[in-house]
């Protein structure tokens, strides 16, 4: 069964305080892996999508990586803009099975001024 | 591109009643999933719709069932509310892979 676990729950830094989440997967075949943001009360919003190791994706001040187990969002200098919960997820299933994603738990992050 | 949306964004309902929710994906997608999050679950899958066929349905009671429409427009219906219901109600539209969500319809059970 596919399974995807987030780490850590929780996270509070501090303006400009850099640091990483982490994604662990267990997929039979990976086919990417996608990480979004989700504010309080909303719809998850899109961020980056990996779709094999080594590959690396930047969107202002955050960095997705993915190796053969895991995937990393690197947050460089944060503001406090950016707290919200992060979510990974991966398709889970086979490729004929269209659009299912496996979704972990999330990293609520906080950003302190 | 408009966004998914989502109606209601918000409703409440008692125990034992059934209700509808709607999906209006962006224009040219003709995947909808439907996903529920609560608290001690997280996100988790319901069903998918692709050109008016379910593709996909995850691990749910009957109650739950959807629809989606000529026009890719989707709905959802659970009948026989039950407290555990209550939750957000996200819907996702995709096009290459990547699921785009609405902003969600709060559903409270009381």
């Known amino acids: 069964e596919d399974q995807v676990t987030q780490s850590p729950e929780a996270l509070r830094l501090q303006e400009g305080e850099s640091s990483s989440l982490n994604c662990s997967y267990t997929?039979?075949?990976?086919?990417?892996l996608f990480w979004y943001r989700q504010d309080p009360g909303k719809g998850p919003e899109f961020l980056f999508t990996?779709?094999?190791a080594g590959e690396e994706k930047e969107k202002e001040r955050l960095k997705a990586t993915l190796t053969k187990k895991e995937s990393f969002l690197h947050i460089t200098a944060p503001k406090p803009e950016d707290s919200a919960t992060y979510l990974c997820?991966?398709?889970?299933?086979?490729?004929?099975?269209?659009?299912?994603?496996?979704f972990g738990e999330g990293t609520q992050l906080t950003v302190n001024p | 591109k408009a966004g998914v949306t989502q109606t209601p964004r918000y409703l409440i309902k008692t125990r034992g009643q059934q209700v509808t929710l709607s999906c209006s994906p962006i224009?040219?997608?003709?995947?909808v999933s439907w996903y529920q999050q609560t608290p001690g679950q997280g996100l988790q899958f319901l069903f998918e719709?692709?050109?008016?066929?379910?593709?996909n349905k995850g691990n749910f009671p009957g109650r739950f069932s959807g629809r989606q429409f000529s026009n890719s427009r989707s709905e959802m219906n659970v009948s026989t509310l039950e407290l555990g219901d209550s939750a957000l109600y996200l819907c996702?539209?995709?096009?290459?892979?990547?699921?785009?969500f609405g902003p969600g319809t709060r559903l409270t059970v009381l």
């Open positions: 996702a539209s995709s096009a290459r892979g990547v699921q785009f």
């Open positions: 997929v039979s075949g990976l086919r990417g």
């Open positions: 990996l779709y094999s």
């Open positions: 997820a991966v398709p889970a299933g086979p490729e004929t099975s269209g659009s299912r994603l496996t």
């Open positions: 224009s040219g997608h003709r995947s």
């Open positions: 719709y692709f050109s008016e066929t379910q593709r």
